[in-house]
């Protein structure tokens, strides 16, 4: 099966059959001059499409809008903005983002309801939709914009998030943005999932949910979520392929070509976390349940000890251990075992005499593997995270000044 | 009742009738040189004593056998130690614990069962046992000997935390180290209450109960507890008055000052957090339920991004709003209110036309009043943080190296 998929170099959210994509500026951003803050991506077939969408009490009002239209059969465009998140900004927040789908609908002539809406930045400031509402009339869209979209919705980010890999039958691509409030439940800000592929509503649905479980929901940079946190699934069904529902044949390579898109992305998230030097990958296995070996996970790549360790290249195991039964996780310690880049730090809970330097030279290299071994079970589960580095707190202690 | 209660100028752990204590350096500490690392407090009376431990799967050896020990009616002394947390060290580390505490008894002619024991420093390396048991044999108490004490149980903390309050009838001492890995559920690593108050056994473990619940498990430094967090009230009854129970006259009074002092000590731990330049103190009012407030107050406190925005001066509401929202408190965003420094930023979800520059002087000084007013209920609850530095990361970074 593995051989049957393959990540297309270059892909982006447009690399799917029937999608297009385009950006401009509309001075949300205030810098760079000229950043690139609104986009839009066209699907030339009505979509089935799917979203996922933070658990935040304070939700943004993208958020708000697009739960009222999901799960649907029948999205044709989204209309994406960054430096301005839309989020604590009550009615009028709701009435901009209505008319940011309203002029999306009319430049693309289709039906406003056909549209969704996100957002991403700054919390508590309104859109400047009048400078929005022109610069939207002004996108164009095309089948190789994806590239432009991915830039348009990046934040503090420093790299884009693009892929899109390609099976027998179908492609499905995606572009993201991360950086800071990352954390589970809902590891990205925005994530746009795009496939040709010919899939049933409540297929789209599930298969969303199980990918977002072992990839966003399992990145953590800074153990904030936000209001604005949304993955979508668009599904134009252009492959002119056969239904796939969750019993036919092509389900599981669907979904496992799902899983890996949307892995490949959280990496990549994780490693551009703000101020970011490495991305942190810590497994931990042989859990007495699956909610414990995620829990213990998670919980390692959160800990702001962990994280700042990390980034002195301290192999200080302790704390790794310590983050882990903070989690609650089941945890006896005479049966841990721990690795820390394949070298064997802890076995049956005792601390072996380990080559020091050569962890420490171990740890200066990104990705930094983190193995725990509960010896309890037989549940596995991984979360990605990154550094904790001065750096960090400079960029947040900043951002609205 | 307030009028009752006084705090007394210098005082310490040592400052309740019948208590004395002591320390001295075994070389624990790698540096400074000749830095204290090891102390005792003894008690004349054996000593109703109960305690709260963390509740990190992972825990001490310390913490297991006070657990054990504890409650109990005669306790005469605690031995306790900075530099190593004993934790992490499966069998060997609790018969180090064992011997720390026989040697302690030795020294003071009582008996081993009658004393308590507790580390603190890093994690997952052995005790030195053997220059410790040499530096007990040596160890003076007196009962002006809790200002030496408190030195000697910091690690990375600035300042000593000690405190001592006065009312009709009873004394309450205390001493606490706090610094890293302090959050919720124990705030604290290390806090020791010493009384002459005649109290029950029963109201000793409720009363404790209830004041570290409203302060140190209020107290965030950095979201990671630890596997040594312990606070111990140890109660001679030297008072000499009439013994309190929970159905006493004295009972209100007695709590209120446990609470007090309680929360001094909190306040001072989460004012001297690692890197820490100023004080956080959110309280969340009219709640619909005190669990609410609790995790809506502790959230603020917790987030990353609010104590980054705080370090910088930056009045961004918006992350403070987003972390009681992610705490999973019900909030209905359009019934909030939020001041900052006493100013209101946030009338009904909606941003009022404040002035910025006031409120960024305001963010200079310590503590930050942050109040966040969910017009829901009645339940109110208030915690404790820091600002997030640059400094954090490189004290961190560079622990066990």
């Not at 251990?321 to 809970?349: P, T, Y």
Request: proline share 3%; glycine share 10%.
């Amino acid at each position: 099966m593995e051989a049957a998929l393959e990540f297309i170099p270059g892909g982006t959210v447009t690399s799917a059959k029937g999608f297009s994509a385009g950006g401009t500026c509309a001075g949300i951003k205030k810098s760079p001059k000229n950043a690139l803050d609104l986009g839009i991506i066209y699907s030339k077939a009505p979509c089935i499409t799917a979203g996922m969408f933070t658990k935040n009490n304070m939700k943004s009002a993208h958020v708000l809008l697009c739960q009222k239209r999901l799960p649907s059969n029948a999205i044709r465009a989204l209309v994406v903005n960054s430096g301005c998140a839309n989020a604590g900004t009550g009615k009028q927040g709701i009435n901009n983002a209505l008319s940011m789908a309203s002029s999306t609908a009319e430049r693309l002539g289709i039906a406003a309801e056909e549209v969704l809406v996100a957002s991403t930045g700054i919390i508590g400031k309104q859109l400047p939709i009048d400078s929005m509402v022109s610069a939207i009339k002004t996108i164009e869209v095309s089948p190789d914009g994806g590239h432009t979209l991915a830039r348009a919705i990046l934040t503090t980010d420093t790299v884009t998030k693009e892929a899109a890999i390609r099976a027998e039958g179908f492609t499905i691509g995606a572009i993201a943005k991360g950086s800071g409030m990352v954390h589970p439940d809902m590891g990205t800000l925005l994530c746009f999932l795009t496939t040709d592929a010919n899939i049933e509503m409540d297929f789209c649905t599930r298969s969303l949910g199980q990918a977002v479980d072992i990839s966003f929901n399992m990145v953590s940079i800074d153990g904030d979520n936000s209001p604005n946190d949304t993955a979508l699934l668009m599904a134009n069904g252009l492959s002119g392929k056969e239904v796939i529902t969750g019993k036919s044949s092509q389900a599981s390579l669907f979904q496992q070509a799902l899983n890996e898109i949307c892995i490949y992305i959280a990496r990549a998230i994780a490693s551009d976390g703000e101020g970011a030097g490495k991305l942190i990958e810590a497994t931990v296995s042989s859990a007495a349940s699956i909610a414990d070996a995620r829990a213990a996970a998670r919980a390692i790549t959160s800990s702001s000890l962990v994280k700042a360790a990390i980034h002195g290249n301290d192999p200080n195991w302790g704390r790794i251990v310590a983050a882990a039964g903070r989690s609650g996780a089941e945890m006896i310690e005479a049966k841990i075992d721990l690795n820390i880049g394949g070298i064997c730090l802890l076995k049956d809970g005792c601390q072996l005499a380990y080559d020091r330097d050569k962890v420490v030279r171990l740890l200066k290299d990104s990705p930094v593997a983190i193995e725990l071994n509960l010896n309890l079970g037989e549940a596995k589960a991984t979360a990605w995270g990154c550094d904790l580095s001065p750096e960090y707190v400079t960029i947040n202690s900043e951002y609205t000044t």
